[in-house]
């Protein structure tokens, strides 16, 4: 016998607590279907093509940016039936591709650099899971130690050595100049090997491989995969091989995923070897020959120098097309140097503390021209409900890194060059609320691993490049604009310039930094 009687529930009280969970789950089916019907708001989308048309192969970002004015900051394009999530603000970028990293961290496929077998290996462009996870970790681990970004600081002094003496020599060239600095740089920190010239063979077929990314990654590519023809084909008309280049495509990467890590594995062997990112993890780790955890070491190396050229390149040439823009600012950064270090030596990341103007203008520099101002882009894994809005699984998310460093509520008047955004009243670096490396590097799981190594490289080359040479526009050419190519990776547009030392103790003091 029951101690407690259970009341036993009228006929009226079931039949109210069965209405209450019908309406429950009607009220809830229909909001659902309700967020499903509501997309965000975009541009109208003409049948079958969808808005294809609407996105300009110029400056893509900047129009992004106008929509963000009429639709909101998240924006639903769709082509050829996919849907592509534009995120055009902070809070957005925050919400989704940060706080919900478990859904947001895929990546869509790039046609392209699939057929060329780089999504194999390369986990930039891997799907979130257990094989991205532990691959990244190796590199992130080292990107993001202060051990060793202070370890490489040698390496960033003697490309920044040698990029100077380039312009004392040869101030035409200066977009060589820069090429040959971000290879260097790279080689020498990734696997301790010196490039003397543009023409090394490992830096030119890095460029090589480079130069395909780049196409892979431009968004009609990888939108429209015209590359589906050729992967129809019938393997008696050749299949994907009938690509024209495709086999010179794969051997270069082949060649860069493996030349280089097998000297280094040389040099270790003799004893020569360099410090560098795959020297030291050979040495730590220990592994088996062409075992997983070496195939690794070597796989995450290549992706450094991959991620880091174009992108260094880049920032260097954008700064240096703001200094003409902008020759006032470019004054003020040699005034600090001038007063702090004096001129009988370079500044040092030593110096960094007291240079809080020249900071401002490497943070400024990442912001004014973001180089990728569409960062890469994230793929969400399953539907969505923010705001009210239905986001399909599979949408295709861009965070609009330009769109966002270039938000006036963040940045007043943003299009404008002007590093005191970063500075205190009294001239101290403040970018505790605008910091553009929030945007500029990506977001969530997949932000750059680079992004402390990228700001260290830049800075070194702008506080020394203020300290020993003037920049102008070139006398007799057309005055250069504020204008950038279309890419994933965007550089400014081919502008002339006149480099000069600053004095005759400057071009000394060039000299014999790079002789040391
Ligand atoms: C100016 C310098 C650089 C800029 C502006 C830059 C920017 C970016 C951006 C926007 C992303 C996409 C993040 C996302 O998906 O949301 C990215 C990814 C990545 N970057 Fe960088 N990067 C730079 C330099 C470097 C360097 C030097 C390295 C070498 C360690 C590097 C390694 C990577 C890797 C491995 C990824 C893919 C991350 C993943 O998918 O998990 N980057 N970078």
Redesign the pocket.
Same mark, same amino acid.
């Given at each position: 016998m029951a101690l407690i009687d259970t009341p036993r529930a009228s006929p009226t009280f079931v039949a109210s607590a069965l209405l209450l969970v019908l309406v429950s789950a009607a009220v809830q089916y229909w909001s659902r279907s309700r967020a499903r019907s509501k997309l965000p708001p975009g541009p109208t989308p003409l049948p079958i093509i969808g808005n294809i048309l609407d996105i300009p192969r110029n400056n893509p970002w900047q129009t992004f940016a106008e929509w963000g004015k009429i639709y909101g900051d998240v924006i639903h394009l769709q082509v050829f039936g996919k849907s592509i999530i534009l995120l055009n603000s902070a809070e957005a970028t925050n919400d989704l591709?940060e706080g919900r990293f478990g859904i947001y961290s895929d990546?869509p496929a790039f046609p392209l650099i699939d057929l060329v077998g780089h999504s194999k290996w390369n986990?930039?462009?891997?799907p979130y899971g257990q094989l991205?996870r532990s691959q990244?970790r190796l590199?992130q681990e080292k990107?993001t130690n202060q051990a060793f970004l202070r370890s490489v600081e040698p390496s960033h002094r003697m490309v920044v050595a040698r990029y100077l003496q380039n312009l004392l020599r040869d101030p035409e060239g200066v977009f060589e100049h820069i090429q040959l600095r971000a290879g260097q740089l790279?080689m020498d920190v990734t696997y301790g090997v010196t490039v003397e010239d543009a023409m090394d063979p490992f830096v030119q077929t890095a460029q090589h491989v480079m130069d395909v990314v780049a196409v892979g990654l431009s968004p009609p590519l990888w939108l429209l995969n015209p590359l589906a023809i050729v992967q129809g084909l019938p393997s008696w008309m050749g299949g994907q091989t009938a690509l024209p280049g495709l086999q010179r495509w794969r051997s270069d990467l082949e060649d860069m995923r493996c030349k280089p890590f097998a000297q280094v594995k040389e040099s270790l062997a003799k004893g020569t070897a360099r410090t560098s990112y795959a020297a030291t993890l050979l040495q730590e780790m220990a592994p088996e020959d062409g075992s997983e955890v070496e195939n690794t070491i070597r796989d995450?190396a290549t992706?450094?120098y991959g991620?880091?050229f174009d992108?260094?390149v880049?920032?260097a040439e954008s700064f240096l097309l703001a200094m003409i823009l902008y020759p006032e600012i470019q004054k003020k950064g040699q005034e600090e140097i001038d007063r702090v270090v004096g001129s009988h030596r370079l500044p040092d990341y030593s110096d960094k503390d007291s240079l809080p103007y020249i900071t401002a203008m490497m943070k400024e520099t /990442?912001r004014w021209h973001?180089?990728?101002p569409t #960062?890469?882009?994230?793929k969400l894994r399953s539907d969505d409900v923010y705001k009210g809005m239905h986001i399909p699984g599979g949408a295709i998310v861009m965070?609009n890194?330009w769109g966002i460093c270039h938000d006036p509520e963040r940045y007043p008047d943003p299009m404008t060059y002007n590093p005191e955004r970063f500075l205190r009243e009294d001239g101290t670096f403040d970018c505790s609320t605008n910091d553009p490396s929030r945007f500029? /590097?990506?977001?969530?799981?997949?932000?750059?691993? #680079?992004?402390y190594?990228?700001e260290d490289?830049?800075w070194l080359m702008i506080a020394q490049f203020l300290a020993t040479f003037n920049i102008t526009a070139a006398t007799g050419e057309p005055f250069p604009t504020a204008e950038f190519l279309p890419g994933g990776v965007s550089r400014p547009k081919k502008f002339k310039s006149t480099i000069t030392p600053r004095s005759k103790a400057a071009a000394e003091l060039v000299e014999h930094a790079a002789r040391d």
């Open positions: 591709l990546r986990f930039g462009f891997m991205w990244r590199l990107y790279i995450t992706l450094a991620a880091g992108t260094a880049s920032n /990442f973001p180089p990728a #960062g890469i882009p994230h965070g890194v500029v /590097f990506g977001f969530g799981r997949r932000v750059c691993p #680079g992004k190594f990228s490289s830049s």
